[in-house]
């Protein structure tokens, strides 16, 4: 089976840095996926890491290292709409399906 | 603007009745989703298709859930008799090709309370 470990809340200020981090077991690996939820929302697809490295999509990155089951989410220039709540999600082996994380809410203060 | 829909966006029922929730999954999407979301359990998959065709379901109730896909711009998922504790958001996904887990494009929810 799969399972994710992240933090249930981060707080940080506007215009901060802030860090989400995800660790997981899998009895198989494909990637390792990162939601963005705002209250009473959808869940939003925000990026994908297939292969070890950084991923960059404007003030968001996400990391990924297989070898430590380790991956973080990194916010940069946080603004007050990034208060949401980021789940990863890992695919279940053989399976094209996605087991999300409990979830991370960040809360960001003026 | 492509997007997933999904109908009812709220529902409140009684305990026994039916409820069915509908989605229209993006066009040109081969692979549909079900999620429920509650506070306690979180989100949680309840059935996937692709082309149609039900790859796995075993997240849901059997004996009360159930899941198709008459074609190929519409998902159900329907629930006979419902109960409070179904009470929770049921999102729907949609994806396309082998990259369709990973990349999922989600619906609004419909809210369903049942009392």
């Known amino acids: 089976g799969q399972s994710l470990e992240q933090p249930s809340e981060v707080t940080a200020v506007e215009g901060a840095i802030v860090q989400i981090n995800c660790t997981y077991q899998t009895s198989g690996f494909y990637g390792l996926s990162w939601y963005q939820q705002h209250d009473g929302g959808a869940p939003t697809f925000l990026s994908y890491?297939?292969?070890?490295g950084l991923e960059e999509t404007g003030r968001f990155s996400s990391f990924l290292s297989r070898s430590d089951s380790y991956g973080y989410l990194l916010l940069q220039e946080l603004q007050m709409k990034d208060s949401a709540s980021y789940f990863c999600?890992?695919?279940?082996?053989?399976?094209?399906?996605?087991?999300f994380g409990t979830g991370t809410r960040l809360l960001v203060s003026p | 603007d492509a997007r997933v829909t999904q109908t009812p966006r709220d529902k409140v029922t009684e305990m026994g009745q039916e409820v069915t929730m509908r989605c229209q999954p993006i066009?040109?999407?081969?692979?549909v989703f079900w999620y429920r979301q509650t506070m306690m359990q979180g989100l949680e998959l309840l059935a996937y298709f692709r082309n149609r065709a039900p790859l796995d379901d075993s997240g849901m109730p059997k004996d009360r859930f159930s899941a198709e896909m008459p074609d190929a711009t519409l998902a159900t998922l329907k629930i006979q008799p419902s109960e409070p504790r179904d009470s929770a958001v049921y999102f729907c996904?949609?994806?396309?090709?082998?990259?369709?887990?990973?990349?999922?494009?989600f619906g609004p929810g419909t809210r369903l309370t049942v009392l």
């Open positions: 890491n297939g292969l070890d």
């Open positions: 066009l040109g999407h081969n692979t």
């Open positions: 999600a890992v695919r279940d082996q053989g399976f094209q399906k996605l087991v």
């Open positions: 996904a949609s994806g396309l090709g082998q990259g369709a887990a990973d990349t999922q494009y």
